[in-house]
T-cell receptor
Framework: QQQVKQSPQSLIVQKGGISIINCAYE??????FPWYQQFPGKGPALLIA?????SEKKEGRFTISFNKSAKQFSLHIMDSQPGDSATYFC????????????FGTGTRLTVIP | NAGVTQTPKFQVLKTGQSMTLQCAQD?????MSWYRQDPGMGLRLIHY???????DQGEVPNGYNVSRSTTEDFPLRLLSAAPSQTSVYFC????????????FGSGTRLTVV
């Protein structure tokens, strides 16, 4: 059973547009929500992360919005560029010593010029 | 500056063969884990370790063994390969602090015929 549900599976956006990827979770014990970016042939790399005590975190063109009551969080990519074309994974982690991350199913983003 | 090193990058196995996927990190991270990545299923945790001599099962451990004799190395063994184990395997490591910032290797693409 997928602990973190992610949508859409794929996304095509024009250059300069806004890309939005959504994730939802059920386990209220999750306390850390990162997003990973993966280019073809590479391993995922941490992009940005948020904790549930804040509703938004912004780093450059990337913003996470977090809705604790709805148990949802989303990644917004402003001014999307062709270089942003990659697969994006949301994830969640429990507040335990094991550090395990539970990943969503991924979104393949294509930014067309 | 190696980070997480996985070998081999590609492997083809026949059904029933065994093999070991190697993973080494040079960041002195306590936590290491193995994930498999399949289309439409995201990254699923196979096994993980929070230190030398300590391992535990993840979401999909069947058919795989791990050991952690040193902090640096975390090999994944396929005991008797099956076509269902055809996948891309990623090793990841992180420190056991609140940041939980994973560093992933570049992956091993395994095909079982």
């Amino acid at each position: 059973q997928q602990q973190v549900k992610q949508s859409p599976q794929s996304l095509i956006v024009q250059k300069g547009g806004i890309s939005i990827i959504n994730c939802a979770y059920e386990n209220t014990a999750f306390d850390y929500f990162p997003w990973y970016q993966q280019f073809p042939g590479k391993g995922p790399a941490l992009l940005i992360a948020i904790r549930p005590d804040v509703s938004e975190k912004k780093e450059g063109r990337f913003t996470i919005s977090f809705n604790k009551s709805a148990k949802q969080f989303s990644l917004h990519i402003m001014d999307s560029q062709p270089g942003d074309s990659a697969t994006y994974f949301c994830a969640a982690s429990l507040q335990t010593g094991a550090n395990n991350l539970f990943f969503g199913t991924g979104t393949r983003l294509t930014v067309i010029p | 500056n190696a980070g997480v090193t996985q070998t081999p990058k590609f492997q083809v196995l026949k059904t029933g063969q065994s093999m070991t996927l190697q993973c080494a990190q040079d960041m002195n991270h306590e936590y290491m884990s193995w994930y498999r990545q399949d289309p439409g299923m995201g990254l699923r945790l196979i096994h993980y370790s929070v230190g030398a001599g300590i391992t535990d099962q993840g979401e999909v451990p069947n058919g795989y063994n791990v050991s952690r004799s040193t902090t640096e190395d975390f090999p994944l063994r396929l005991l008797s390969a099956a076509p269902s184990q055809t996948s891309v395997y990623f090793c990841a490591s992180s420190s056991l602090d609140s940041l939980r910032r994973y560093t992933f290797g570049s992956g091993t693409r395994l095909t079982v015929v």
